[in-house]
Structures are given as structure tokens and as C-alpha cells.
């Protein structure tokens, strides 16, 4: 692979650090000050930040500049894309990330992802009413996102909580939406806790945790949960806590995949790769009709799969073990025909291990339920570790509440299907869609990669891998070319009880316009329902670390939506 040109040059550097400072006098929303030299790439030894809005990117640098880790970086930029990026994420969103940890050169996942109602009762309105689908404090879960930046510091990070929300109460005090004032007043709290311990810096950092989770904030969030008609209430919030678990891994060209677990869409990946594994796809050629079939193909198992048997683990057994086995992965890939798209939804059977599961039909869903997206975080120190995180929250109706918090409606993911695996329980964690990716290599990081876009999160995420692994691009290149993406699945936003019903479009192809028309014939007298967008399939980020050189390149999808909102990724580096 060719390296890229593309590095922060030696006099941006200081501007890089100085970035925080004059986001004070910027507009929030704006590109700040100082900050211009940060734009979709950038390539260096000294760390490296891909995410959201340029002054969450800028954040992240901030704490690198100062000998911060990963964590300490991470942490500081995901408290800033609560504000930079509100609606995408919020403060009290949900956060699933992966860590490298370069001392003990292991990859581990930290799960900030809220949980149901403990309250049976509540679980028991769900069943008799519904979850609602289309926004509603009701379907908020218990706020993750503070929890998770709090242990990330303690677990990985070295600065306090106080050094990594500086940043976001810079944005806070420049002043912008109403709620701003509320929210700087509740960081500080926090801070003040941590300040006020007399312990260790563990010891503080869970005094900042607990005035959240169980202190005056909690009542605060409580009272503002009763006004609005959440069922959470205090014992909810003193019971989060975010887990730190092993990640599900498989091996791709020599090359280790890490995914959260079936929590979360990921395992999905894992997989469409292990299918993947049995083609020659850089033989066919980079977007050529057969490589979009067979990726496509296998997605749609896949996703069969996903939908068929994946929940929250703590409560359900998911046979992980079995859906990647060669075995059943074997079977299921003589389901794909080259030379035919698949109409079908074909859950395969890994328990008896068969091809297919007996007696599945299929029914196309005419629901419309809204989906407000995701943002992205990835980041690289100079130490060696590596971290990918994608923050959420799919705010749609809810506002903030006094503490300038506000929650989402991630309890939509689960649904009242009795029997089924993601069915809503007290305490239980939705199987989300938000699903960051770390690829190692011979026991070193090699790539970070996250991504907005709900159900398309992974098959974006695939092709950025493909994009590396088979064809040797490095991240710039990665995230700009052409991609493309099903509906061939159910949606996760939809709780309806009749999982049949909440299927999407079957058949279903997607490509960008750049696609070649010949290609796009081919696949059209395949059978596959295509259609083209000029716009956005995914917004992704991307580290490579390159292990020869020490340099990390970094870039995400600069497009831009049409609507008026900056959707576009930002990237930086420091030499």
C-alpha cells in the first residue's frame, strides 16, 4: 500500500492545542476558530482523533497534546459530541467501545449502554400498551454515556474527570441552545464531587459518578422522569453500571476482527466475513457486479441471523459459538447463488446446525418509524492504544429536563414478542444498533473504525474493511469510495410484536451513482431491487495505524446532507 501525503504540519501544531480556547468566542455550531486546519483526514506519530464535529475532534487533541491516552482523549470527546453533535448523541445517550490496551495488548469492550425499567410493573405497561415507536420518554433506558466516560478514565484513562470535560464546558459557556447553562451546571457538579474526594484518583472519579448516578443529579433526573412519564426512577440509575467484556472476534486474512457482543448488531459482521472468507473477492474486482452480490448475499444471512437469535446475553443464550462455527457457516454459504438474488428472509437453524430454519416466511413492513441517527468517535495516542466508540441517543421528540440532560428512545430496539430473545425484561439492555469496530493484526492494532446510520452501520463498516483488506486502501480512500447497502432485513427501530411485520425491503440494493451502469445492469438482471443515491450510505471513520511506520492515518465521510445539518466526519492528527 502506498502511503498517504496527507500530514499536520509542524506550524498547525500549537494551533491544534490551542483549539479549546478559542472555541470559547466561537459559536458552538460553527467551525471554530484556529481550528480550520481540521478538516476529513490527517495523518501523524503523535495521535489521532476521527469523529463528528470538528471542536469534538479538536477536544480529543486537546488531551493527546497534553500526554493524555486514548481514553483520556476519548473521554473528552465524547462529553463534547453530547453538545457538538446534539441530536445525533446527547449526555444522556448510550456509548458501546472497544479498547486496545497496548500495556496488556488486549482488546476489551466497555458497554454504556442503559438498561429497561427494573420495575415489573413497567415491563408489564409495555406488554399491555406497546413500546412506543415513534418517541417517548417512556422508551427512554437508563443514560449510559456518563457512566462509561467516568470508567473509561478510571480503567484505561491517567487524567481526572475534570481535565477531560474542560472542553465541553469551552462550548457550554459560549453559550447557544437554552439548555447549554443547565448542562455546564451539571458537569460541574460532577467536577465538584471529584474535588472535594480526598482519595485516590479512582476514589474521585466514582464521587464524580456517584452525584450522577445517586446523588442531588439523580434526583433531579428523577423528578424530571416522573413529569414526563418515564418509568426510570432512582434505583434505575444506582444500578448502571458499565461492563467491561470480551469482545467477539474472528480471524479474516490474517487479520482479527473485534465486535461488542450480540447486545449490540455486531456479531453480524463476524459472520458476513466468515462467509466471506470462502471467496476469491479480490478477483473479482473492487465494486465489480460479482463482488456487490456475494457481499450482499451474505449480508442477508447474516442479518437473518441477527434478527432470528441475537438479545442481551444476560438474559438470553445466543449460540454465538455455533453461528460462527465453519460448520453451520459452511452450510449456510451454499446458499448463496451467484447468479440470483435472494427474495427471502432465511434464518438458518445452528442448533440442529442446517442451512435453514423450518417454517419462516416473509412479510414486508409499511410501518414509517423515525430514526435520528448516530455520531462516531475513533482515537490513537502515541503509546499504542487504540479505541473505537459510537455515541447515540435517537433523541426525536424528548428535550432536555432541568439538569440540561436529555435521553432517548433506545428501549424501541427491544420489543414484546414473547419468547423472543430481545424481548423487553426489567434491567435488560436492547440489542442496539451501534456497533464500533477494532481490527488487530499479529497482536497489534491496525484499524478503528465507527459509523452513523442505525442498520447500515456494519454493512458500511464492511466495506470499509473489504476496502483495506482486499484492496489495500488506506482510510482516505476508504471511507470516499463507492459503497452499498440492503433494506433485506428487519428494522431495529421497529418494537412491533409481529417481528414478520417489521421487516424492510426485501430484495433491496443500494449503490452510489459511481457505480458503473454496467455493473448496475448486472445486478438488476439478478434480480436485486436497485436503486442509486448521489448522498450519504453511512457516515464512517477510520484510523490505520500503520505498524512499519508509527503513522496514523485517519479520515471519515466529509459528505454533507442537504438539510441544513452538518453531518459531515472530521479528522485530525498530531505529528
Not at 485516590?200 to 434526583?219: I, M, P
Not at 469482545?247 to 459482521?269: A, E, F
Request: hydrophobic share 35%; charged share 20%; glycine share 10%.
Amino acid at each position: 500500500m502506498q502511503g498517504l501525503n496527507h500530514q499536520v504540519k509542524s506550524e498547525h501544531r500549537m494551533r491544534i492545542f490551542l483549539a479549546i480556547t478559542f472555541l470559547i468566542a466561537s459559536c458552538p455550531l460553527e467551525m471554530p476558530k484556529g481550528a480550520e486546519q481540521i478538516s476529513w483526514r490527517g495523518s501523524g506519530k503523535g495521535g489521532a482523533v476521527a469523529s463528528g464535529r470538528a471542536e469534538a475532534v479538536a477536544a480529543g487533541l486537546s488531551l493527546l497534546e497534553q500526554g493524555g491516552t486514548a481514553a483520556d482523549a476519548a473521554a473528552a470527546t465524547l462529553l463534547a459530541l453530547a453538545v457538538t453533535d446534539y441530536g445525533l448523541f446527547a449526555m444522556g445517550g448510550e456509548v458501546p467501545l472497544l479498547i486496545y490496551d497496548a500495556r496488556k495488548r488486549e482488546v476489551k469492550v466497555l458497554c454504556g449502554l442503559g438498561r429497561a425499567p427494573l420495575d415489573p410493573e413497567a415491563i408489564k405497561w409495555y406488554y399491555d400498551h406497546g413500546i412506543p415507536s415513534r418517541g417517548d420518554m417512556k422508551s427512554a433506558p437508563t443514560p449510559g454515556a456518563v457512566d462509561l466516560c467516568i470508567t473509561l478514565l478510571k480503567l484505561y484513562g491517567t487524567g481526572s474527570f475534570e481535565e477531560a470535560v474542560t472542553p465541553v464546558l469551552a462550548l457550554l459557556d459560549a453559550g447557544g441552545e437554552q439548555w447549554y447553562p443547565r448542562l455546564a451546571i451539571t458537569l460541574r457538579k460532577l467536577v465538584e464531587a471529584e474535588q472535594a474526594c480526598t482519595g485516590s484518583r479512582t476514589e474521585k472519579l466514582a464521587a464524580a459518578r456517584d452525584r450522577f448516578y445517586t446523588g442531588d443529579v439523580a434526583d433531579e433526573l428523577v423528578a424530571w422522569y416522573k413529569e414526563t412519564g418515564s418509568f426510570l426512577r432512582k434505583r434505575d440509575l444506582a444500578a448502571q453500571v458499565t461492563r467491561l467484556e470480551d469482545p467477539v472476534s474472528v480471524n479474516y486474512r490474517g487479520y482479527t476482527v473485534h465486535k461488542c457482543g450480540p447486545w449490540t448488531q455486531g456479531p453480524y459482521l463476524c459472520q458476513t466475513l466468515r462467509l466471506l472468507e470462502g471467496y476469491d473477492l479480490e478477483g473479482m474486482g473492487h465494486l465489480s457486479a460479482d463482488y456487490i452480490h456475494v457481499v450482499t448475499e451474505s449480508l442477508k444471512l447474516s442479518f437473518a441471523d441477527r434478527d432470528e437469535y441475537y438479545g442481551d446475553p444476560l438474559f438470553t443464550d445466543v449460540p454465538l459459538r455455533r453461528l460462527l462455527s465453519s460448520r453451520y457457516t459452511n452450510r449456510r454459504r451454499s446458499l448463496v447463488d451467484m447468479q440470483s438474488a435472494s427474495l427471502q428472509r432465511r434464518p438458518g437453524d445452528p442448533h440442529r446446525m442446517q442451512p435453514l430454519l423450518a417454517g419462516d416466511s416473509l412479510e414486508e413492513s409499511k410501518a414509517n418509524i423515525p430514526v435520528q441517527d448516530t455520531t462516531t468517535c475513533v482515537v490513537a495516542d502515541r503509546f499504542g492504544n487504540l479505541v473505537a466508540a459510537t455515541p447515540s441517543c435517537n433523541l426525536l421528540s424528548n428535550k432536555p429536563g432541568p439538569s440540561g440532560v436529555n435521553q432517548g428512545n433506545r428501549l424501541r430496539s427491544l420489543n414484546t414478542t414473547p419468547g423472543h430473545p430481545n424481548r423487553i425484561e426489567p434491567g435488560k439492555r436492547p440489542r442496539i444498533t451501534l456497533t464500533p469496530t477494532l481490527v488487530t493484526r499479529n497482536g497489534k492494532p491496525v484499524l478503528a473504525v465507527s459509523v452513523a446510520g442505525g442498520d447500515l452501520q456494519d454493512q458500511t463498516t464492511l466495506n470499509l474493511i473489504l476496502n483495506h483488506v482486499e484492496f489495500g486502501m488506506l482510510p482516505e480512500q476508504a471511507c470516499t469510495v463507492s459503497r452499498f447497502q440492503t433494506g433485506h432485513h428487519q428494522g431495529s427501530f421497529d418494537p412491533n410484536p409481529d417481528r414478520k411485520a417489521a421487516f424492510g425491503q426485501a430484495g433491496s440494493l443500494q449503490v452510489h451513482s459511481g457505480v458503473t451502469e454496467e455493473v448496475q445492469q448486472a445486478l438488476t438482471d439478478r434480480g436485486h431491487k436497485l436503486r442509486t443515491t448521489p448522498g450519504a450510505i453511512g457516515y464512517p471513520v477510520m484510523i490505520y495505524i500503520d505498524q512499519q511506520t508509527g503513522i496514523m492515518h485517519a479520515a471519515g465521510d466529509p459528505t454533507v446532507i442537504n438539510n441544513g445539518r452538518d453531518r459531515g466526519r472530521h479528522a485530525a492528527a498530531l505529528e
